[in-house]
């Protein structure tokens, strides 16, 4: 049991800290409206990857590359909406009308539909989570759900921080809020490039 513990905290953290949509989107997020407003969508895994779970474990086992080129070129999408949404924001100059325009059952929605359209989730069930669930499984039910106990309360943990420390630039003015939000919003755009790039051309 204490392996599936050490397994799921550490491949929780690792992937935690790693640059990628959902760190971006959280960003501009807690840049904008605050921690407070922000902070639930640190759970958005908690909701995203139930079905991811399901569709690698039950149904593919591993993604196939035209589903992993599907997945990249659908958040690249979204990515990009999200960058020029957060783009908009920035007409407004002031922090308490930026706070207004979202509240945290949104914000919680829109990070879930990040995770949902990244293809990280879906390979890391694939590669790493869905093989050490099955062979802990064998085990007993135990080892299982400290596996998944382990990995999204760390998970959602050092979501939780980061999102608090993200949201202490708004000490920093208006003008060091607007610069913060506009560099969130070019590395959504820029990773949004990216999928779409990997997804019509590199089929990673």
């Given amino acids: 049991m204490c392996d599936s513990i050490l397994l799921g905290a550490g491949f929780a953290f690792a992937a935690s800290v790693q640059p990628g949509p959902l ?71 002031a922090a308490a009308a930026l706070a207004n325009n979202s509240n945290g059952s949104r914000t919680l929605l829109q990070a879930a539909m990040v995770n949902l359209l990244n293809p990280n989730p879906y390979l890391g069930w694939a590669l790493v989570m869905g093989p050490a669930a099955i062979r802990a499984w064998r085990n007993g039910p135990a080892p299982a759900v400290m596996l998944i106990v382990a990995f999204y309360g760390t998970m959602a943990v050092m979501l939780a921080g980061f999102i608090v420390l993200a949201a202490s630039a708004r000490q920093l003015g208006p003008r060091g809020q607007r610069a913060l939000a506009l560099a969130a919003a070019l590395i959504l755009a820029i990773l949004g490039v990216y999928q779409l790039i990997a997804g019509f051309y590199l089929g990673v």
């Fill in 23 to 93: 760190l971006a989107f959280l960003l501009a997020r807690a840049v904008a409206d605050g921690w407070r407003r922000t902070l639930p969508a640190a759970f958005a895994p908690l909701l995203s990857d139930g079905p991811i779970a399901l569709f690698v474990i039950f149904l593919l086992g591993r993604l196939s590359l035209p589903a992993q080129r599907s997945l990249r070129v659908s958040g690249g999408l979204f990515l990009l909406y999200l960058a020029w949404a957060a783009l908009r924001k920035l007409r407004n100059s």
